[in-house]
């Protein structure tokens, strides 16, 4: 994939599609189009004839705008068969700081307690709600700080497998790769102060890093630093 100038973002609800393009050194926006598009996001019911044809009817424009072919985008999707799940993990640190290494781990079992017992389920974010360290609670991790008993509270929000591979199979038949799913609904948590900000701005903070309590995964075969080492925006 060569070099490109422009991020893409696209948005599915039930009744529109929106498409964005951001300039990726300063995240301006060039293009902002909405479109009325009935769409079917059940994944019982899946049918994207309509949006495959809004879309056709809609790259040339857009590679018009950026001068840049259409072959990747951030895909921002709001369905009612998104769920939540949450889990604690408590961890006895018999009096010894808090490293960062010991929520990753705790972190990682939790996500591997999901795609255990979720088998039908893609994990799309994974959010840190609470850290509660000897009965206190933070909003942030307190590194270093010597403690008896730590926990975490986890919040992950998984989309459909079979959703999943839908979209993954429409965009493919254009050549376009998903660069990242994203919930909608979650990303327009972080806009509801800013009225003036459309749905693909929301998702595009969002992947800046608005919520600094949301866990990074790299894989590694794209990150050498290993798997721990980003796992948190915060500790980039």
């Known amino acids: 994939m060569s070099k490109k100038n422009f991020d893409i973002y ?27 598009c009935e769409t079917n996001l059940n994944k019982n019911k ?17 590679e018009k705008k950026t001068g840049e072919f259409l072959e990747d985008i951030y895909l ?13 993990l408590i961890k006895n640190n018999e009096g ?38 000897d009965n206190t609670s933070y909003n942030y991790l307190p590194l270093n700080l010597n403690c008896n008993r730590f926990s975490i509270d986890i919040k992950f929000i998984c989309f459909p497998k079979n959703l999943i591979k839908k979209l ?34 929301s998702g595009l ?3 800046k890093g608005t919520n600094k309590l949301e866990v990074t995964i790299v894989p590694r075969k794209l990150e050498k630093k290993g798997f721990f080492e980003r796992l948190f925006h915060f500790f980039k």
Do not use: G, W
């Open 10 to 36: 696209l948005d599915l609800s039930s009744k529109k599609l929106s498409i964005a393009a951001f300039k990726k050194f300063d995240s301006h926006t060039i293009f902002f189009k909405e479109y009325d």
């Open 46 to 62: 899946l049918n994207f004839e309509n949006v495959k044809k809004t879309l056709e009817k809609n790259i040339f424009e857009i």
């Open 76 to 88: 921002m999707v709001e369905t009612p068969e998104s769920i939540s799940i949450n889990l604690s």
């Open 96 to 133: 010894k700081k808090i490293e960062k290494k010991n929520v990753q781990y705790l972190i990682q079992d939790a996500r591997q307690q999901i795609l255990r017992n979720y088998h039908n389920e893609k994990i799309i974010h994974i959010i840190i709600s609470n850290y509660l360290i």
């Open 168 to 201: 993954e199979e429409l965009f493919n038949s254009h050549q376009i790769f998903i660069n990242k799913i994203i919930c909608s609904h979650y990303a327009k948590s972080f806009s509801k102060n800013e009225p003036y900000m459309n749905v693909c701005e």
């Open 205 to 207: 903070k969002l992947i």
